[in-house]
């Protein structure tokens, strides 16, 4: 059963505009969260994080939003840059500690010159 | 600074041979992560190294994987009598203590 899902396998957008990825969770118990950014061929770099206490954070261009009640939370880029271009996974922990993230299958952004 | 390092990049084996995976992980990271992503998933956690210990390796799938780090820094992933379903990216992470985890490039698996 897969606890964490982002359920749009790929997305395109204008450079320029805004990019929003979208995760869903179903373990209420889960109380951080991140976003990783894959480009091909290399290992998954940390993007942004937010805890279960705040319902946003940001950092330059990515801002992430939570919704506790809805177990929803996204991944807004603004402007989107060709660079952006990469799979970008989300990921939850809190129930068996900090450690042990659990990963959604990702989503690859494309971002159009 | 040197990232998270894993060797070989790439290995091909033939189903019942055993493989070993290295990491090494970046300088005073006391904490050490398995995991493995296979295609179109997202990495799913195997174990996770306290310093020397396995704090926690229950996500390894069967007794057919092990892994170690005995002087706390490099850890050695281990697959006996490989089978075709073992293939997938293998990644390492290490993180300084209640840090985000920094991943390796991986070492891709294909056992035919």
């Known amino acids: 059963d897969q606890q964490v899902k982002q359920n749009s396998p790929s997305l395109s957008v204008q450079e320029g505009r805004i990019s929003i990825l979208n995760c869903d969770y179903t373990?209420?118990?889960?109380?951080?969260f991140l976003w990783y950014k894959k480009y091909p061929a290399e290992g998954p770099t940390f993007l942004i994080s937010i805890s279960s206490i705040k319902d946003k954070n940001e950092d330059g261009r990515f801002t992430v939003f939570l919704n506790k009640s809805a177990k929803h939370l996204s991944l807004h880029i603004v402007p989107s840059q060709p660079g952006d271009s990469a799979v970008y996974f989300c990921?939850?922990?809190?129930?068996?500690?900090?450690?042990?993230?659990?990963f959604g299958t990702g989503t690859r952004l494309k971002v159009l010159a | 600074g040197a990232g998270v390092s894993q060797t070989p990049s790439n290995k091909v084996t033939e189903k019942g041979k055993y493989v070993e995976l290295r990491c090494d992980p970046i300088s005073g990271h006391t904490a050490l992560y398995w995991y493995r992503q296979s295609l179109g998933q997202g990495p799913e956690f195997l174990i996770y190294?306290?310093?020397?210990?396995?704090?926690?390796d229950s996500g390894l799938p069967n007794d057919r994987f092990f892994a170690v780090r005995p002087e706390g820094s490099v850890s050695t992933l281990k697959i006996q009598r490989t089978e075709r379903g073992d293939s997938a990216v293998y990644l390492c992470a290490s993180s300084p203590p209640r840090g985000e985890q920094f991943f390796g490039p991986g070492t891709r698996l294909t056992v035919l």
């Open positions: 990921a939850a922990s809190g129930t068996s500690g900090t450690y042990k993230y659990i």
């Open positions: 190294f306290q310093g020397t210990g396995a704090a926690d």
């Open positions: 373990n209420s118990m889960f109380d951080y």
